[in-house]
């Protein structure tokens, strides 16, 4: 028996990294799972490895800064599947590694569309179903770089705020639908977004320099109290957790997975 036994969830960007942990943490705990991701190689591979937990498992393509693809990918989920319960908002990308002074406006728009506009327009897309059915959960990926102002990622930092700030107005709105809306937020993990950090902040992106992981590693070192790196699977735990019933008076909160970066 797992805590989410007969629940359904759809997780953007849940095709590699974080995302992927997420998918796997859930199916584990007995969801089936959809995986809604504009990269549908990543997603498939994802997909065949989740059915071997027994799940029943669909990629819908969709893009997040898109209200059209998002729709859809929304109706042919529920297509596939009676009903959506859980919806974990996780597709995020990097900005530029630069002074604020000097973020370019399309990096500074790109960011804002992927990691802030895209958890509106994806709750949107399903707040509709989950009143019809009684509930449901959500939970928004952030960032520990959304708690505080970031040297040189002023857009990402902003944008990850400002998904914290959705997930209280949202969970203040939707609390009365029996609906929670909670976000995590993931201090350093390596994935394909941190290896483009290794590579930007140590202005060296060949893959020899990245695999050093001396950036990533100093971080933990220095300020990591517990000097570990979290996985995708602490995060996925904790999201198992806060879509489950043993969550069910927990909502509008940050929650953070970092190893004790920051303490609140
Ligand atoms: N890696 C870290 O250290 C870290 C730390 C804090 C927060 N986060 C956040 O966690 C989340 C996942 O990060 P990750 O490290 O796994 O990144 P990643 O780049 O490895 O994965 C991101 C996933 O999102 C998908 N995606 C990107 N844009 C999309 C769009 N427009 N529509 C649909 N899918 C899209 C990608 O195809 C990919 O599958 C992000 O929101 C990120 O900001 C990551």
Redesign the pocket.
């Known amino acids: 028996m797992g805590i989410l036994d007969g629940k359904t969830a759809l997780v ?9 942990g997420i998918a796997v943490e859930l199916a584990k705990e007995g969801a089936d799972v959809i995986i ?4 549908l190689d ?2 498939e591979n994802t997909a065949i490895e989740l059915r071997e937990l027994g799940r029943k498992v669909t990629v819908v393509e ?4 898109q209200e059209a693809s998002v729709a859809s990918a929304v109706s042919s989920a529920l297509g596939e599947h009676n009903q959506i319960n859980i919806l974990v908002n ?5 900005g530029d590694h630069v002074l604020g002074d000097e973020v370019q406006l399309k990096s500074w728009d790109k960011c804002f569309e ?2 802030l506009r ?1 958890i509106w327009v994806v709750s949107r897309a399903i707040v509709g179903h989950f009143k019809e059915i009684g509930g449901g959960k959500i939970v928004n ?5 959304g708690r505080h102002g970031s040297g040189k990622h002023a857009d ?1 930092s902003a944008s ?1 705020a400002g998904a914290i700030s959705v997930t209280q107005s949202l969970a203040n709105e939707l609390g009365p639908f029996n609906v929670n809306v909670n976000a995590v ?10 290896r ?2 290794e590579g930007m902040y140590s202005r060296d992106a060949s893959e020899e320099n990245v695999n050093q992981r001396k950036i990533f590693e100093g971080l933990i070192k220095d300020r990591c109290a517990l000097n570990r790196e ?1 996985t ?1 699977e602490d ?1 996925g735990m904790l999201v198992a957790f806060l879509v489950s019933e043993r969550s069910r008076n927990i909502t509008g909160q940050a929650i953070n997975v970092d190893g004790g970066m920051f303490m609140n």
């Open positions: 953007t960007g849940g095709g590699r990294g974080i995302g992927k809604a991701d504009i990269d990543n997603a969709m893009d997040i800064t996780n597709a995020g990308i990097m992927v990691n895209g990926i952030a960032s520990v770089a990402y990850k937020c993931p201090g350093v993990l390596w994935t394909a977004m941190w483009q950090l979290q995708p995060v």
